[in-house]
């Protein structure tokens, strides 16, 4: 509980001090641009404000500024004190990552409960970043205010993206036969990551509409390898037989159905078929959560069976090793967190969970029947009683079924915001499947999942 109290008028002194320490965060310039409307790239993270090829990230002045008004605002003197006037004058720099101590002293008293104070704002080693003096109207009466339901805000920022980017840019382009990428988004995806080394494309499909795609994007296709196949599914069989090859290392979808992809890799003769059923997985950056969420399975396994979910579980797994999860903590859903005989779904989670305690399936923690609230929200697993080291921190979250897993997937991108690459496991190579609401963002990530993917496969 926080509470504030404030120092009346009538119990002021010349001298009297207080201090508030604050650390400066890439977020808070990201709230301070918003809430401005002051978008100068040089207060922006992750942006070369003034062309030096450096990201600047240096707090605005008025933002520290701001940071003498919590002082005065929450202790000298506290609540129900007004601001009259403000003097600043700005003798230094901050940046985010910066510890800032914003400092105030009671320097003169006026009738009227008018008081002035020394302001200023410094670095933890006393260099000052600004100073000046504060007039306000301090309260004429003692009050304190106990836990203020202040709302809560999350910047809808992607780091945990940008962290696979970084991961991924120093591998080799990952030489990736694209199927059909016969309109403008599904061509872009292909090109962006070009730019970014992530996949070295070759184009498979209508040389006629990939032509006619580039124009439109303005896109200049040079150097780029074109395999003219107009019909879908011949444009798929052959992307499949690139990777037999040797000349692609992963495929990417593009303008066709999922299912023309899929029956080109199922092929018992010339496909890429393994041991593993395929399973999508997405990886979903999600605001406010500290790491990486995989769903699975959102996209191709509709009524999975037990076995089906062996290979779903070891797939998700498999793909968040290879993206730097150390050990994943797979939660198996259900409507309930109880084996209930008659939920199927409670019964397949709590085998599952039995056979990767057997070694059945290796390299995560496995736990289940957990519902959806408990698998994510530790305060909501303590409430019930569950325990273990996946209930509340579940990394994977691997649904009963594909209605199930689209909606939990749909539902974090639409309503909380989040970003989601998707990858298809269990081929010999890495598939990449991109939906056309899909952003750039969206698109590079999923490359960068499965360049990493495919260099962490042996």
């Known amino acids: 509980m926080t509470t504030l109290s404030n120092t009346p008028y009538e119990s002021l002194r010349v001298g009297m001090e207080a201090a508030s320490t604050r650390l400066c965060t890439a977020d808070d310039l990201i709230v301070f641009a918003h809430a401005s409307g002051n978008h100068n790239p040089m207060h922006l993270p992750h942006e070369d404000g003034n062309g030096d090829g450096m990201d600047e990230a240096v707090a605005p002045s008025m933002w520290v500024a701001a940071l003498i008004s919590s002082v005065l605002g929450n202790q000298l003197p506290g609540p129900g004190t007004l601001y009259t006037g403000q003097t600043l004058r700005f003798v230094g720099r901050a940046h985010a990552g910066d510890t800032l101590v914003a400092k105030v002293r009671v320097a003169d008293m006026r009738p009227g409960n008018v008081v002035c104070f020394d302001t200023w704002v410094e ?17 004429d009466r003692a009050l304190s205010f106990d836990d203020l339901d202040m709302p809560g805000l999350t910047v809808q920022s992607h780091a945990h993206f940008d962290r696979l980017l970084e991961m991924a840019a120093p591998l080799p382009a990952l030489p990736t036969a694209v199927v059909a990428p016969e309109r403008p988004d599904a061509l872009n995806g292909a090109l962006l990551a070009r730019a970014h080394t992530l996949i070295d494309p070759i184009l498979v499909g209508s040389a006629r509409k990939i032509a006619a795609a580039a124009e439109e994007l303005g896109a200049d296709l040079s150097g780029i390898e ?7 599914r011949a444009a798929a069989l052959k992307s499949v037989a690139l990777i037999h090859e040797g000349r692609a290392k992963a495929l990417m979808k593009g303008h066709l159905h999922t299912d023309q992809l899929l029956h080109a890799i199922l092929k018992k003769e010339g496909g890429l078929r393994t041991n593993r059923r395929l399973s999508h997985v997405f990886v979903m950056d999600v605001p406010g959560l500290n790491h990486l969420l995989f769903v699975t399975d959102a996209a191709i396994n509709i009524s999975p069976d037990l076995d089906c979910k062996v290979s779903i579980c070891q797939n998700a797994i498999d ?20 084996v209930t005989p008659s939920i199927p779904s409670t019964l397949d989670a709590a085998i599952l969970s039995k056979m990767a305690d057997r070694g059945q399936i290796t390299g995560g923690l496995v736990d289940g029947p957990l519902a959806m609230d408990n698998a994510i929200d530790l305060e909501a697993a303590r409430t019930k009683g569950i325990k273990g080291l996946v209930a509340g921190r579940a990394d994977i979250l691997l649904a009963p079924n594909l209605e199930a897993g689209n909606m939990i997937a749909k539902e974090l991108s639409f309503l909380a915001h989040a970003e989601a690459a998707g990858v298809v496991m269990g081929a010999q190579v890495p598939v990449i499947l ?6 750039d963002k969206a698109r590079l990530a999923s490359c960068a999942v499965a360049a990493l993917q495919a260099a962490a496969k042996p």
């Open 123 to 139: 670095h933890e080693d006393g260099a000052r970043v600004v100073e000046g003096r504060a007039e306000v109207i301090a309260p």
């Open 226 to 232: 074109i395999i003219d196949i107009p019909d879908n």
């Open 319 to 338: 793909l968040a090793l290879a993206l730097g999860v150390e050990q994943p903590k797979v939660g198996v859903l259900s409507a309930v967190e109880t």
């Open 434 to 439: 991109n939906s056309r609401a899909d952003d």
